[in-house]
């Protein structure tokens, strides 16, 4: 079993890391973009956000880690190679993103000098309202970000495998050393 990327494939590590993420990544900006459509009347929403969030902390931070540790695979023999430098720092955005939410998110519930509240655990921190809408303004826009950077991968992922049939979207789905697995 491959369980650590190698230079041509990703392992089971990283695959199952990535999927985990791409589902809590939905899941949060649904929940997000619902509460903020209601403008944060609806409590049950942002304790659901709060709770999905809190939950997988660690899980996305790993995942963050990770692949900043670990780096990506090489191209395929018939991937671009300049296209996968551009995808591979658009992905490292995307992850910084991804860590700029998870910083941003607890700020905003400490700036009002609320506990963050998980599963009837509080989890208290200092008051700084005079941060909170700066708070507020980057988690708004970062997500945005996120939405956008999260509807361009699947289209690029579409792209890999239904114009350019290069493999990489393989990569993601069973974990190799780049070779065909069922060889």
Do not use: C
């Amino acid at each position: 079993m491959i369980t650590k990327d190698t230079e041509n494939g990703y392992g089971w590590i990283s695959i199952i890391l990535h999927w985990l993420t791409a589902v809590i990544v939905i899941v949060m900006l649904t929940t997000g973009s619902l509460t903020e459509a209601q403008q944060q009347t609806n409590l049950s929403m942002v304790h659901l956000h709060t709770a999905v969030g809190m939950t997988a902390y660690v899980l996305l931070w790993a995942r963050i880690i990770w692949r900043f540790v670990v780096g990506h695979p090489g191209p395929l023999p018939r991937q671009g190679a300049y296209f996968l430098v551009i995808g591979k720092y658009f992905h490292l955005l995307l992850l910084a993103s991804l860590a700029t939410m998870l910083l941003s998110g607890p700020l905003i519930e400490w700036s009002r000098g609320d506990a963050i509240e998980i599963f009837h655990l509080a989890i208290p921190g200092p008051a700084f309202p005079q941060w909170q809408n700066l708070l507020r303004e980057v988690h708004h826009y970062v997500a945005l970000f996120i939405s956008a950077g999260v509807a361009l991968h699947m289209l690029a992922a579409l792209k890999h495998a239904v114009v350019d049939a290069d493999g990489s979207l393989d990569r993601i789905l069973i974990a190799s050393d780049g070779q065909n697995p069922f060889s």
